[in-house]
């Protein structure tokens, strides 16, 4: 048990800190490639293609630990009649398993994206990095946040004090 919690908070702030350093990165790429641009007209060749590769990493990093903290953006429409129904529980502890379930078909296809851009020896245009490697990783990080929000949605229906092991430290 003493072990499971700092693994558990590795596992937490190691996707976090992969995002800092991409947005970090993102962001000094941006600023280089416009002083360049605007100064010496001489832009970054590679700069869409880095930017790309870092939005990846940024959403795909983040996503299951916001996910298993419940930070998604939320429509609130409905709320009103399920308080008053006294099913804010039961709906939400379904509505994430359900998108939970539905997110394994879309990662399963970015395993075959994966594979199939592996198989060709797909390659960025200027890096000459090989596609798979953004493949696997959206794959794997997406397979995550499938089961975190499967998690979720089971402990928000027969577990919810638990939840509160899941903050913002």
Same mark, same amino acid.
């Given at each position: 048990?003493?072990?499971?919690?700092?693994?558990?908070?590795?596992?937490? =702030?190691?996707?976090?800190?992969?995002?800092?350093?991409?947005?970090?990165?993102?962001?000094?790429?941006?600023?280089?490639?416009?002083?360049?641009?605007?100064?010496?007209?001489?832009?970054?060749?590679?700069?869409?293609?880095?930017?790309?590769?870092?939005?990846?990493? %940024?959403?795909?990093?983040?996503?299951?630990?916001?996910?298993?903290?419940?930070?998604?953006?939320?429509?609130?429409?409905?709320?009103?009649?399920?308080?008053?129904?006294?099913?804010?529980?039961?709906?939400?502890?379904? =509505?994430?398993?359900?998108?939970?379930?539905?997110?394994?078909?879309?990662?399963?296809?970015? =395993?075959?994206?994966?594979?199939?851009?592996?198989?060709?020896?797909?390659?960025?245009?200027?890096?000459? %990095?090989?596609?798979?490697? %953004?493949?696997?990783?959206?794959?794997?990080?997406?397979?995550?946040?499938?089961?975190?929000?499967?998690?979720?949605?089971?402990?928000?229906?027969?577990?919810?004090?638990?939840?509160?092991?899941?903050?913002?430290?």
């Amino acid at each position: 048990m003493t072990l499971l919690k700092p693994i558990a908070k590795l596992a937490a =702030v190691l996707p976090i800190l992969v995002a800092s350093v991409a947005l970090f990165g993102l962001m000094v790429l941006t600023f280089c490639d416009v002083i360049l641009r605007s100064t010496f007209n001489a832009p970054i060749e590679a700069a869409t293609e880095l930017t790309r590769i870092a939005i990846a990493v %940024i959403v795909f990093s983040a996503l299951p630990l916001l996910s298993a903290r419940g930070q998604h953006i939320a429509v609130d429409l409905l709320d009103p009649l399920f308080a008053r129904l006294r099913l804010v529980r039961l709906r939400d502890g379904i =509505v994430n398993i359900v998108c939970g379930v539905m997110l394994y078909y879309p990662s399963a296809q970015v =395993v075959v994206l994966a594979q199939r851009a592996q198989s060709y020896g797909d390659r960025t245009e200027y890096l000459d %990095i090989p596609t798979f490697y %953004i493949g696997w990783f959206i794959a794997i990080l997406s397979f995550t946040t499938a089961l975190v929000l499967v998690l979720r949605g089971a402990m928000i229906l027969f577990a919810p004090s638990k939840l509160d092991l899941i903050r913002n430290d």
